[in-house]
């Protein structure tokens, strides 16, 4: 059974940072692209940021460039999205995916497996 579990969401003020992690089991981890994607309160799912199965590619939204990180550990099966000078416009429920791909994937709908969500509330 494939679980996607993510941590490291909160409370931060603005201009402050957080880690957040997606822990995988149940796949072969370092066969499947991973995504990030946020809803925000009555807004649709976004595309955040992903990053191909070797970690050597990686993509973003226009909003996240320059702000924030993806990475990953192939050895830990974990991804990790590191989000700096956050602000309110940031606030949502970020979710991980999983997609077995060569490339990236920005859409959601081409994302097989999603973990459950952890919350950010950056407060102005």
């Known amino acids: 059974q494939v679980r996607l579990v993510e941590s490291g969401g909160g409370l931060v003020q603005a201009g402050g940072s957080l880690r957040l992690s997606c822990a995988a089991a149940?796949?072969?981890?370092?066969?499947?692209?991973m995504g990030w994607f946020r809803q925000a309160p009555g807004k649709e799912r976004e595309f955040v940021a992903a990053?191909?199965?070797?970690?050597?590619?990686?993509r973003y939204t226009d909003s996240a460039k320059g702000r924030f990180t993806v990475y990953r550990d192939n050895a830990k099966n974990t991804v990790y999205l590191q989000m700096d000078s956050l602000n309110s416009e940031d606030t949502a429920i970020y979710y991980c995916?999983?997609?077995?791909?060569?490339?990236?994937?920005?859409?959601?709908?081409?994302?097989?497996?999603w973990g459950q969500g952890t919350q950010v509330t950056v407060s102005s």
């Open positions: 995916a999983a997609v077995v791909t060569w490339t990236i994937e920005t859409m959601s709908s081409a994302y097989r497996y």
């Open positions: 149940g796949l072969t981890f370092s066969s499947y692209g």
């Open positions: 990053i191909s199965r070797g970690g050597v590619t990686t």
